[in-house]
């Protein structure tokens, strides 16, 4: 059974950073692609970064020029390296691969969350 194990988040101060890890346990086909999402308290889980398997990168305009999504293909792990760190980006950050599993059939999976707070 495949997870997605996420580590890296904690407490940092504005304008600092943090790099956040994803890697997969068990066996996968292929993977499509590798994103990052958060979820604030009272709002909906956003898009933030997303690293497809042709190694084309997207970021939300929010966070463009500050986050960087990078991946180690050997190891199946994404990372999230976050710099500048603002009030506005504090939430529970989650990894998620879109992928095909050993019988080649589409699946989502996704991380517990990791809990990422910026202080003043």
């Known amino acids: 059974q495949v997870q997605l194990l996420e580590s890296g988040g904690g407490l940092v101060q504005t304008g600092g950073s943090l790099r956040l890890s994803c890697a997969a346990s068990?066996?996968?086909?292929?993977?499509?692609?590798m994103d990052w999402y958060r979820q604030a308290p009272g709002k909906q889980r956003e898009l933030v970064a997303r690293?497809?398997?042709?190694?084309?990168?997207n970021y939300a305009d929010s966070v463009k020029g500050r986050f960087t999504i990078s991946r180690d293909k050997a190891t199946n792990t994404v990372y999230l390296h976050m710099n500048s760190l603002t009030p506005e980006d504090p939430a529970v950050y989650y990894c998620?691969?879109?992928?095909?599993?050993?019988?080649?059939?589409?699946?989502?999976?996704w991380g517990q969350g990791t809990q990422v707070t910026v202080s003043s």
């Open positions: 998620h691969f879109g992928a095909r599993n050993l019988l080649r059939r589409p699946v989502d999976y």
């Open positions: 068990g066996s996968i086909f292929s993977i499509y692609e």
């Open positions: 690293l497809t398997g042709g190694d084309s990168t």
